[in-house]
């Protein structure tokens, strides 16, 4: 059975950082593409980062650029999203998910496991 567990969410002041991760059981990072998505309040599910099963290829959306960094522990089957300079806006619940395929898919469709969130509030 697929389990995707985030965990490493909080509330912190503006400019400060987070690290979330997120730890799988019944199926392997390193095969698959992993993803992070956020939902902000009364909005729609994003994708903010992504690696590729093919390691050392990552994908993020500008938004998120030189101030978000997604890495995988193929050790210990665990993806990370190290989250710096954060802002009110990057205020939400967070998922980890994951999809097949040759490159990173952009759509959360094409996710098929994920985790139940881990929440994150940045405060002024």
């Known amino acids: 059975q697929v389990q995707l567990v985030e965990s490493g969410g909080g509330l912190v002041q503006a400019g400060e950082s987070l690290t979330l991760s997120c730890a799988a059981s019944g199926l392997t990072f390193s095969d698959l593409n992993t993803a992070w998505f956020h939902q902000g309040p009364g909005k729609e599910r994003e994708l903010v980062a992504a690696?590729?099963?093919?390691?050392?290829?990552?994908y993020s959306v500008d938004s998120v650029k030189g101030r978000f960094v997604i890495s995988r522990d193929d050790a210990a089957n665990t993806v990370y999203l190290r989250m710096n300079s954060l802002t009110p806006e990057d205020t939400g619940v967070y998922y980890c998910a994951t999809a097949r395929g040759m490159m990173i898919p952009k759509t959360r469709d094409d996710y098929a496991y994920w985790g139940q969130g881990t929440q994150v509030t940045v405060s002024t």
């Open positions: 690696i590729s099963w093919r390691a050392g290829i990552t």
